[in-house]
């Protein structure tokens, strides 16, 4: 019998285009960091870095209009890149948006989509600055280009954290996929479930609490989660050369009265490890600054749940005193994109 | 009997955007043009500003993967954004990418894709800086963002003609539009007509002939012709309170062979008037400077089409000594994309 045949892994895509990207950021000069992080960085003056990331939702992808309104789509798609200059310690400034929409789509949806961004837009002072509108065959696409800026010297990247540093996490880790299990399954929801429900239709970006650990000096490395606390913690690990041990009973879990708890088909904890979408920060604070972690960032908890360890890309997961092996579980486009049985399948 | 609701425009999607975007763009300083012209302009430096723009393609709406290789993709939804750094005078510097893709997609495909946006940055010295990889549930959406600068001084929008200026294009009109036709066809290409087809494929965006036009301070209004001449002149009339007057002898448009005349559906000035997707230049120019441009640039030939009147918003087409009101009957997206007859319906 022949194998069967593995659909290509969202690495596989990104590794032949960083191999070619490459050669092409070294066109000009001035290029700080490409492909690689969650924002490229620009030296248009000395002292200020400008940061540059872009990052699309897709219909039946992303989102489901069953359940997603307009005003929803346009803030989650601002929101997801507005986490990306978060995680680099940076201010946003700029945004551009493409927009692709069905012909038969009504005005009212277009306008409605631009106040779902301009709602988030004004909290942060972003201002949008134009883009494109066009046709497409099935579905709307809509993908966001953020432009922001940091000071030269205290952008964080991936690539920091050192053995022997400490992991943190700000918030609260897996409601956003809970949530998405609910509105898939309409359910009527309490009020502490809705809680849930609006991390995953209108995430907030952590961008306070980013520019607060990079003016600090804190933070040495940083990384938004939003594939999964199991696939973020990777990939900051393998930018870094480093691995990681993390407790389960650290990791802040949202709260779910015991009526409630078979609503779900997984274990809190699942959902914290491999759930996604969260858009809270986690980062790496070397051991001499422990103490000047505060334990929240105006108002948003931040939680120690490990340290960082020397094994290059291996990351340990430890619980009832016994450690396993922490697989990257969280969500990959191309492995993940064709179930339809789990919440996987609309993220 | 009820009236036919008409599908929304394309002028109506973008007036319902500009009017949020508008009160946003007022949220940061710094944004000296925003939504309304071919780019955004941020004021970085005193003397310099970043120019942003943004253009998505998207499959079954603007190419065929029966006819379109993957680096024909790459590379067109590069250059569409060049051409909007080029009529604003600028340099294009680097540029983003958010590819969405069906779950099947072999990983070579993406390599390809890439390999056409690399060969077009190359050759303008453009960084590819990054950008996203996600799945989508149908077709390939491909956006870039592109990101350039300009001497403060020497931007050039679309809103500076004055009654009197003279008018002007690059090169040749209607090509792109005869080789799209062509290539829906399917039909076996003669030499002459191959060109065509790589005007529609592989366009080469005009950014030498823009920033010569922008240092020589000829140039008082600018756009590129990615809709038509006929609706981009439109564009421009309407964006600097005037009207126009142009000649159909003097419009460029490519020589066919009598022997292969009868394989287009319409004379070829239908094409040069409302082809589209040329990524020509179209600019005005002060009587008094008229002796200073060139019959080309770099190679590129420069032909007077017109003028500018003073009635706003109304363009005249001069044909064999009588005049006929022009209409911006170019692409329209949410007007003509639906239509599978023409070859707009491909576009």
Redesign the interface.
């Known amino acids: 019998m022949r194998p069967r045949k593995q659909?290509?892994t969202?690495t596989?895509?990104?590794e032949?285009?960083q191999r070619?990207?490459c050669?092409?950021?070294?066109?000009?000069r001035?290029?700080a960091l490409?492909?690689?992080d969650d924002?490229?960085a620009?030296r248009?003056?000395s002292d200020r870095l400008?940061l540059?990331?872009?990052?699309?939702v897709?219909?039946?992808?992303?989102f489901d209009l069953n359940y997603f309104s307009p005003e929803d789509l346009g803030w989650k798609a601002l929101a997801v890149n507005l986490s990306d200059i978060a995680s680099m310690g940076g201010i946003p400034?700029?945004a551009?948006?493409?927009i692709?929409l069905p012909?038969?789509?009504?005005?009212g949806f277009?306008?409605k989509v631009?106040?779902g961004?301009?709602m988030l837009?004004?909290q942060h002072?972003?201002?949008?600055?134009?883009?494109?509108?066009?046709?497409?065959?099935?579905?709307v696409?809509l993908?966001v280009?953020i432009?922001g800026e940091v000071h030269a010297r205290r952008m964080v990247t991936r690539g920091g954290a050192r053995p022997g540093d400490l992991l943190y996490v700000t918030g609260e880790l897996g409601g956003s996929a809970m949530g998405l299990e609910l509105l898939a399954g309409r359910s009527r929801l309490s009020r502490h479930i809705s809680s849930m429900v609006r991390r995953h239709l209108r995430p907030q970006p952590r961008c306070a609490a980013g520019r607060f650990l990079a003016g600090q000096r804190l933070a040495s490395a940083m990384i938004d989660i939003s594939d999964g606390l199991s696939t973020d913690l990777h990939h900051l690990c393998e930018r870094s050369m480093v691995g990681a041990m993390i407790y389960s009973d650290r990791i802040p879990l949202p709260r779910v009265p015991s009526s409630q708890i078979n609503r779900f088909s997984s274990a809190p904890l699942s959902y914290g490890l491999n759930g996604g979408e969260d858009y809270e920060l986690l980062f790496t604070v070397p051991q001499r600054l422990r103490r000047k972690v505060p334990r929240s960032i105006r108002g948003l908890p931040v939680h120690e749940i490990g340290h960082i360890t020397s094994e290059t890309g291996v990351c340990w997961l430890c619980q009832g005193g016994r450690r396993s092996r922490l697989s990257p579980c969280g969500f990959d486009?191309?492995r993940d994109?064709?179930l339809t049985a789990s919440h996987r399948a609309i993220r």
Do not use: N, W
Request: charged content about 15%; glycine content about 8%; proline content about 4%.
């Open positions: 659909p290509p969202e596989q895509f990104i032949k285009i070619i990207t050669q092409s950021a070294s066109q000009r001035g290029v490409s492909i690689g924002t490229a620009l248009i003056r400008l540059v990331s872009c990052d699309a897709v219909e039946g992808v992303h400034l700029y551009t948006t493409s692709a012909m038969a789509t009504p005005v277009v306008e631009y106040r961004l301009a837009a004004a002072r972003v201002a949008l600055i134009g883009g494109d509108t066009c046709a497409s065959r099935h579905g696409f993908d280009t432009i486009h191309f994109g064709h």
